[in-house]
């Protein structure tokens, strides 16, 4: 079974300073590793993913994530916090091998606040 | 690039009525198609997927039931409400054959009083 864990229900950033919002996983094989941003009432909208090549992603809104596979973590970072970055993010993961349509495993979500 | 239009995007109903809430896609043909419903803006939980029409897989027992009458039509419905049944409900999608990422409508947010 896959599973996604994301350690922080919160984190509070001052703007200009850079974030990092936290994200492991466990999957059997090889893992398609996907950041997810909602913001209030709204659906999720997709940030980046990871399936092969190069460990540091880059995805929307100047997001960018690294994929380290010894530690099984694809933790999101960006350099220069905006206040309109607060929002929930959500870590999902799929394993290579799972053929089952159900898709992705999702993390329980990180509230992130950048306070002006 | 792929598009899912989500409705309505607020219900207020009585326990016990009806519940149809839908969603069409566009953009991308054979998508395989889910519903979610997400409790005080925290995790997701699956409720049904599709991956074709008619064919529908149940995540979680319980009051609600998903039709998919065609390609692109996804719908959630229930014949009658009960308190737990509010939340935040999210339609998805994925093109059949890519890397597994999906799209996602804007939510239904129902409160059942």
């Known amino acids: 079974a896959q599973s996604v864990a994301q350690p922080e229900d919160q984190v509070n950033v001052a703007e200009g300073n850079p974030l990092t919002v936290k994200c492991t996983y466990s999957?059997?094989?090889?893992?398609?590793l996907f950041w997810y941003v909602q913001y209030p009432n709204r659906g999720l909208q997709f940030l980046l993913k990871?399936?092969?090549?190069?460990?540091l992603v880059k995805g929307s809104y100047g997001f960018e994530a690294e994929f380290n596979k010894s530690q099984t973590s694809f933790h999101l970072k960006k350099p220069s916090a905006l206040v309109s970055d607060s929002a929930l993010y959500f870590c999902?993961?799929?394993?290579?091998?799972?053929?089952?349509?159900?898709?992705?495993?999702f993390g329980s979500g990180t509230q992130l606040t950048v306070l002006p | 690039s792929q598009t899912i239009h989500q409705w309505p995007a607020t219900l207020v109903q009585p326990v016990g009525s009806p519940l149809s809430l839908e969603c069409t896609v566009e953009?991308?043909?054979?998508?395989?198609l889910y519903w979610y419903r997400q409790a005080a803006g925290r995790g997701l939980q699956l409720l049904f997927y599709?991956?074709?029409?008619?064919?529908i897989s149940s995540e979680v027992p319980q009051n609600l039931s998903a039709s998919r009458p065609q390609d692109r039509q996804f719908i959630l419905s229930s014949k009658k409400l009960l308190l737990s049944d509010s939340g935040f409900y999210l339609c998805?999608?994925?093109?059949?054959?890519?890397?597994?990422?999906?799209?996602f409508g804007e939510g239904s947010r129902l409160t059942v009083l």
């Open positions: 999902a993961v799929r394993g290579l091998s799972s053929g089952s349509a159900r898709q992705l495993t």
């Open positions: 999957v059997s094989g090889n893992p398609y």
């Open positions: 990871y399936i092969t090549g190069d460990n």
């Open positions: 953009g991308t043909s054979n998508p395989n």
């Open positions: 599709s991956v074709g029409i008619g064919q």
């Open positions: 998805a999608g994925r093109t059949s054959g890519n890397t597994g990422e999906l799209f």
